[in-house]
Nanobody, 122 residues
Framework: QVELAESGGGLVQAGGSLRLSCAIS????????VAWFRQAPGKDRELVAA????????DYSDSVKGRFTISRDNAKNTVYLQMNSLKPEDTAVYYC???????????????WGKGTLVTVSS
C-alpha cells in the first residue's frame, strides 16, 4: 500500500513561483517512478514531470522544460515540483502519482494523490 499526499498549491501571479510537495507513505518497493500530472478543466490529464527512485533519471513535458524542476528528498520520502516562471496556462489540478511502469504515462501509475489546485492569474 502506497499513499500520496500533495501540498503547496495556491494562487500566484504570472511569472511567480510555487513549490509542490508529494509526501509518500508505504513501502518504497511498491513503486519505481513518481510523477506529477496536471489536468485543466476540459482538458486531458497530462504528464508534467517524473523521477525514478534513484533520482537520477527525470522526464519533463516540453511545455514546462526549463521552468519546472522535479526532485526528491529520500530522508523525508518526499518528491517536489519547483515551478518557476508560471504562466496562466499552467493553471490546473496537479496530481502526484507512483507506479512500476516502464514509462511515465498515466497508465503506468498505480497510486494517485487527491490533487492540489494551482491557479496562475494573468
Amino acid at each position: 500500500q502506497v499513499e500520496l499526499a500533495e501540498s503547496g498549491g495556491g494562487l500566484v501571479q504570472a511569472g511567480g513561483s510555487l513549490r509542490l510537495s508529494c509526501a509518500i507513505s508505504g513501502r518504497t518497493s511498491n513503486y519505481y517512478r513518481v510523477a506529477w500530472f496536471r489536468q485543466a478543466p476540459g482538458k486531458d490529464r497530462e504528464l508534467v514531470a517524473a523521477i525514478t527512485r534513484s533520482g537520477i533519471s527525470t522526464d519533463y513535458s516540453d511545455s514546462v522544460k526549463g521552468r519546472f524542476t522535479i526532485s526528491r528528498d529520500n530522508a523525508k520520502n518526499t518528491v517536489y515540483l519547483q515551478m518557476n516562471s508560471l504562466k496562466p496556462e499552467d493553471t490546473a489540478v496537479y496530481y502526484c502519482a507512483a507506479g512500476w511502469g516502464v514509462d511515465s504515462s498515466a497508465s503506468a501509475m498505480t497510486y494517485w494523490g487527491k490533487g492540489t489546485l494551482v491557479t496562475v492569474s494573468s
